[in-house]
T-cell receptor, first 118, second 114 residues
Framework: AQKITQTQPGMFVQEKEAVTLDCTYD???????LFWYKQPSSGEMIFLIY??????QNATEGRYSLNFQKARKSANLVISASQLGDSAMYFC???????????????FGQGTILTVHP | DVKVTQSSRYLVKRTGEKVFLECVQD?????MFWYRQDPGLGLRLIYF???????EKGDIPEGYSVSREKKERFSLILESASTNQTSMYLC?????????????FGEGSWLTVV
């Protein structure tokens, strides 16, 4: 079984500052992938960043970076230089690879609502 | 441009009605999923399908069924809608054996059961 925990229901950040959204996970799968998605009020799920469990380096995509600490089972999202358009719900998710195929199933956390203040 | 399309964005149905939520993908993906999203609970997997006519239960299948008669279409069925099924429903698809981040989502269907 897999579990994703996001302990911050809501976060506030000042425009142009950095913010970290927390995510911890639990899995018995030997290999797994960790995702972050952004969901604006329109409802679409926007893929932000992906980290494979065997990737040696932390993933980065523009202003997004994933602080992956495997021993701590954490995969925090860092958004640098926040923008007003970053205000949205953010989900951490996991896909496991347990020898066979996972079929691409994702397990999601509860989500964190980020509000960026001008 | 790859696409997962959910035919209805907003629906209002009465308790006891049979409800169909349709999802179509144009990427020839084998695997398709239905998730339900609720505040404070995130997204939870209802059902998924890995081939035509093949389906498997997810974490919360009770009160739902699915149909996959064609590869591109995956339908979620509420046989007798109840108020506790008021939620946002998201469809997703992925190519079988697809690499880590190639999962595509539809835009979501907001269902209100009154």
């Amino acid at each position: 079984a897999q579990k994703i925990t996001q302990t911050q229901p809501g976060m506030f950040v000042q425009e142009k500052e950095a913010v970290t959204l927390d995510c911890t996970y639990d899995t018995s799968d030997p290999s797994y992938g960790l995702f972050w998605y952004k969901q604006p009020s329109s409802g679409e799920m926007i893929f932000l960043i992906y980290q494979g469990s065997y990737d040696q380096q932390n993933a980065t995509e523009g202003r997004y970076s994933l602080n992956f600490q495997k021993a701590r089972k954490s995969a925090n999202l860092v958004i640098s230089a926040s923008q007003l358009g970053d205000s949205a719900m953010y989900f951490c998710a996991m896909r496991g690879y347990a020898g066979g195929t996972s079929y691409g199933k994702l397990t999601f956390g509860q989500g964190t609502i980020l509000t960026v203040h001008p | 441009d790859v696409k997962v399309t959910q035919s209805s964005r907003y629906l209002v149905k009465r308790t006891g009605e049979k409800v169909f939520l349709e999802c179509v993908q144009d990427m020839d993906h084998e695997n398709m999923f239905w998730y339900r999203q609720d505040p404070g609970l995130g997204l939870r997997l209802i059902y998924f399908s890995y081939d035509v006519k093949m389906k498997e239960k997810g974490d919360i299948p009770e009160g739902y069924s699915v149909s996959r008669e064609k590869k591109e279409r995956f339908s979620l069925i509420l046989e007798s809608a109840s108020t506790n099924q008021t939620s946002m429903y998201l469809c997703a698809s992925i190519l079988s054996g697809g690499s880590g981040n190639t999962i595509y989502f539809g835009e979501g269907s907001w269902l209100t059961v009154v």
